[in-house]
């Protein structure tokens, strides 16, 4: 969102579009360089603000703003309506509205997107449940042994090594050591509580497949742009080794 008191300050420099107040903007003289630079300012300018009045979340009046921009251009303080320093205020007090609004938008678009992903992720685990080889946890965290290993189980302090592919229930993939062909190190319980259980009964060597209710992983508010609030996640992780460690809860 465009800030306006941002966004005057930015067009002043001159925007034709809003100071020409009704003259033909096309028979402007450019006969220096810094003409053309005015003229394309004013040009971008106005056009950008227009389209930012024209908003139907803002309904500008474009009359109302051109003249008061004319008369802030020819700096002729007898015809303000209003003090710059009320206007400043105004404009302050309006960001800050818009800000608001926008905050609260998102919010509601948040939670909106979190109540249908809990509604997938629901399914999917129920779906998951009847699969021929799925374990639950009393957690609720589910797995199958894809690769049993027989190496050692890590424990809560340890440093784990592992390769990982991060999928949504709809089989968007959110993040991958494989793609970056790098493996991965971090304490056990340096997780989310899924993983954190995970390990814990992994042997080194083990490849697993893991549905994380979202309980388990980021809980109703997500994880960035990535992962939705309420999003049960699948895992397939290779555990390569584990080191003593001294991480702490």
């Avoid at 509601?108 to 979190?114: D, M, P, V, Y």
């Avoid at 992903?117 to 374990?135: P, T």
């Avoid at 209710?213 to 895992?235: D, T, W």
Wanted: aromatic content about 8%; hydrophobic content about 40%; charged content about 25%.
């Amino acid at each position: 969102m465009k800030k306006v008191l941002v966004s005057v300050l930015a067009v002043v420099a001159g925007t034709a579009f809003f100071s020409s107040c009704g003259n033909n903007v096309k028979t402007a003289k450019m006969e220096s360089y810094m003409d053309t630079v005015s003229y394309a300012q004013g040009l971008v300018g106005g056009t950008e603000y227009g389209k930012y009045l024209d908003n139907p979340d803002i309904n500008g009046n474009k009359q109302i703003f051109s003249q008061a921009f004319a008369l802030g251009l020819a700096n002729d303080s007898a015809k303000f309506a209003m003090t710059r320093e009320e206007a400043y205020e105004i404009l302050q007090k309006y960001n800050m509205k818009m800000r608001e609004e926008a905050q609260k938008k998102m919010e509601e678009e948040r939670k909106a997107a979190a109540a249908m992903m809990k509604i997938k992720s629901d399914e999917a685990i129920e779906k998951y449940k009847q699969e021929e080889g799925v374990k639950t946890t009393e957690s609720g965290l589910m797995y199958k042994i894809i690769k049993a290993g027989n190496g050692a189980i890590p424990a809560e302090t340890d440093i784990v090594e592992v390769n990982y592919e991060g999928k949504l229930v709809d089989g968007t993939v959110f993040d991958s050591s494989y793609e970056r062909k790098q493996s991965v190190k971090f304490p056990v319980n340096g997780v989310i509580k899924g993983w954190t259980e995970a390990l814990k009964m992994m042997p080194v060597g083990s490849t697993w497949e893991l549905m994380i209710p979202s309980e388990l992983a980021y809980g109703e508010r997500g994880a960035g742009n990535a992962i939705p609030g309420n999003a049960a996640l699948i895992f397939k992780v290779d555990l390569l080794g584990k080191e003593a460690g001294s991480a702490q809860k």
